[in-house]
Nanobody, 115 residues
Framework: QVRLVESGGGLVQAGESLRLSCVAS????????MAWYRQVPGKQRDLVAD???????NYADSVKGRFSVTRDVMKNTVYLQMNGLNLEDTGTYYC?????????WGQGTQVTVSS
């Protein structure tokens, strides 16, 4: 069974930064796709950043230029660096990984941005 565990969320003031971590129970290079999603109560879970096995990363328009997704293969960890946070970035952030058409989700980590 593949497990994904997020961490790094918290309360931050607008304009500041956070780095989220997603630790996988298996080699992250074995995933077909990994991504970060964000969800707020009453709304759909939306894609924030996507990192393929090869090629360029992909970001939601709302976070382009501010967020960056990276990985450390040796640590089986994917990161989401979030700079210049604003109030609309508030939400629960979920790590996602697909292995052989099987969806895997982390438990989520809360990010709250205050003014």
């Amino acid at each position: 069974q593949v497990r994904l565990v997020e961490s790094g969320g918290g309360l931050v003031q607008a304009g500041e930064s956070l780095r989220l971590s997603c630790v996988a129970s298996s080699h992250i290079f074995g995933f077909d796709r990994m991504a970060w999603y964000r969800q707020v109560p009453g709304k759909q879970r939306d894609l924030v950043a996507d990192i393929p096995r090869y090629g360029s990363t992909n970001y939601a328009d709302s976070v382009k230029g501010r967020f960056s997704v990276t990985r450390d293969v040796m640590k089986n960890t994917v990161y989401l660096q979030m700079n210049g946070l604003n109030l609309e970035d508030t939400g629960t952030y979920y790590c996602y990984g697909s292995v052989r058409q099987r969806d895997n989700w982390g438990q989520g980590t809360q990010v709250t941005v205050s003014s």
